[in-house]
């Protein structure tokens, strides 16, 4: 047994299937698991000892360099991976909401934050809440996760490596297999995320619209055909209620007004009692506007996708 404080986490990725380890294996607890020269026979076996984590001394291995292994693609499962037109939508964008539920039960996810990845290694994310506490979650669980980036949705399921209670609730996630991530063309127009303030009032026609003041909002994501409002207090909307947004647009130094009627689509589940956040469906925008919003998505795509353009060799 080693001392688990010497310990240094490992990705699945780090393990080559049926090549001879370079350094030996331990769980989470410092129990060995498997001595240097072993060899990982196969995906069932690496998936049953990462369940148990999977951690090594860098003191002893520290003449081996630690690469992510290239996994081989199975033609078989190419249609559940990303279609090569949207090679550079990304759903680990920093910042992206995600929908964490357990495997099977999609109908009550939980919101989830990306705070950050490190490609073919780990992804970070917020602690997933219910009524303002941590939600049980534990070390090697599965999970699966849901993101919508794009104009696509994007489901994959990963497995929970760490769990950080301090300073701030975490899980450290590993990164998911290329067979078990699957995506699903499902907008026509593509939606990015953002920041922009927001003031909303009732449609004229609703019941109390004249009596209502305009309510402060946040726009977390925008696309010509909808956007996401976050609120930094309780405000009651009803699905199929029909609002005004007006929220202004910055293109080179000019700025532009939107306002427009939308009806509410959703509503988050988590999103507690002193915020709300609400799905919303963009009506009757007029030529102008759908060009400035149009025009806005795209900037921020072309920002989010130059640097993977120009690394390309």
């Known amino acids: 047994m080693d001392n688990p404080k010497d310990l240094s986490p490992l990705a699945k990725g780090d393990i080559e299937i049926g090549k001879a380890l370079p350094f030996a294996i331990f769980d989470r607890s410092g129990v060995l698991l498997l001595a240097e020269g072993q060899a990982v026979n196969s995906q069932k076996q690496l998936d049953e000892l990462a369940a148990k984590g999977l951690y090594h001394n860098p003191r002893w291995s520290a003449k081996f360099v630690i690469q992510p292994g290239k996994p081989q693609i199975d033609s ?12 550079f939508e990304d759903p680990f964008e920093t910042g992206s909401q995600l929908k964490m539920f357990v495997p099977g039960q999609a109908k009550d996810p939980f919101n989830v934050r990306l705070i950050g990845s490190i490609p ?3 992804v970070l994310v917020t602690h997933p ?3 303002g506490k941590c939600v049980f979650a534990k070390e090697g669980q599965v999970w699966e996760f849901q993101a919508t980036y794009g104009l696509s949705i994007f489901r994959f399921s990963s497995m929970i490596e760490k769990v950080l209670l301090s300073p701030h609730p975490l899980l450290v996630l590993s990164w998911p297999h290329e067979t078990h991530l ?3 063309a499902i907008r026509r127009a593509k939606r990015v995320a953002c920041d922009l303030p927001a003031t909303i009032r009732l449609n004229p026609g609703e019941p109390g619209a004249a009596t209502i003041e305009p309510v402060a909002a946040v726009i977390d994501n925008l696309s010509t055909g909808g956007l996401e409002l976050l609120f930094s207090r309780e405000v009651a909307l009803k699905i199929g209620q029909s609002i005004l947004v007006a929220f202004q647009i910055v293109l080179d130094d000019r700025k532009y007004l939107i306002e427009c009627s939308a009806d509410v689509v959703s509503k988050s589940k988590d999103a507690g009692q002193s915020s709300s956040a609400y799905g919303l469906a963009l009506k009757s925008l ?3 506007q759908f060009a400035v919003i149009h025009a806005f998505v795209s900037d921020r795509l072309i920002h989010r996708l130059g640097p993977q353009l120009f690394a390309r060799p």
């Not at 078989?76 to 090679?87: C, D, S």
């Open 76 to 87: 078989t499962a190419l249609p559940r991976m990303l279609p090569t037109k949207q090679a």
């Open 120 to 122: 073919q290694a780990a």
């Open 129 to 131: 809440m219910r009524d």
């Open 182 to 184: 699957e995506s699903q």
């Open 286 to 288: 007029n030529n102008d």
